[in-house]
T-cell receptor, first 116, second 110 residues
């Protein structure tokens, strides 16, 4: 089945130690998104790629970066994780970015990041 | 900021219809109403969306008032697996991000 895959599902890192989360998709979608969801809060968009074009949200900290080497893969890099970065990180994809049915977002299961 | 208001929680008996309301009084003419849900420890899942007309698919029905200032998501025969947080989101055409509000936590009980 076509899907959005996130690895690992659980990641533990140390304060200040760089960490990379990965996302892959078999949907061949043009757009890939990264969301942060802290405990008991709603998901919040960090950034997205439309093909190779990177779009950062204005309030996304510089500590967060992303790479998309090809259509299928997208990575979230946290350069120096702080305790406040502990959260679920969700990857999503969509065909395009318009508001119609064909551009619904498909989410992966998420990676839960713990910072010690 | 989210443009929608939803009750924080609702209960529903298994097999009964679950009617989840959403207020979006500042919605503009080209903005869609989207519904997603998030089952515990999973990513959000698209349910349905609409612009003006009522919509139905295999998961749910969406009723949008004539003035478009509110809508109701209907799960016709709720099951225990429908227990989740349901998010109502207003989103325009072109690229506009999904801004999740606080959602409604629906608990379906036997």
């Amino acid at each position: 089945d076509a899907m959005v895959i996130q690895n690992p599902r659980y990641q533990v890192t140390q304060f200040g130690k760089p960490v990379t989360l990965s996302c892959s998709q078999t949907l061949n979608h043009n757009v890939m998104y990264w969301y942060q969801q802290k405990s008991s809060q709603a998901p919040k968009l960090l950034f997205h790629y439309y093909d190779k074009d990177f779009n950062n949200e204005a309030d996304t900290p510089d500590n967060f970066q992303s790479r998309r080497p090809n259509t299928s893969f997208c990575f979230l890099d946290i350069r120096s994780p702080g305790l406040g970065d502990a959260a679920m990180y969700l990857c999503a994809t969509s065909r395009g970015s318009g508001g119609d049915r064909y551009n619904e977002q498909f989410f992966g299961p998420g990676t839960r990041l713990t910072v010690l | 900021d989210a443009k929608t208001t939803q009750p924080p929680s609702m209960d529903c008996a298994e097999g009964r219809a679950a009617n989840l309301p959403c207020n979006h009084s500042t919605i503009s003419g080209n903005e869609y109403v989207y519904w997603y849900r998030q089952i515990h420890s999973q990513g959000p899942q698209y349910i349905i969306h609409g612009l003006k007309n009522n919509e139905t698919n295999e998961m749910a029905s969406l009723i949008i008032t004539e003035d478009r200032k509110s809508s109701t998501l209907i799960l016709p025969h709720a099951t225990l697996r429908d227990t989740a947080v349901y998010y109502c989101i207003v989103r325009g055409s072109g690229f506009q991000k999904l801004v999740f509000g606080t959602g409604t936590r629906l608990l379906v009980s036997p």
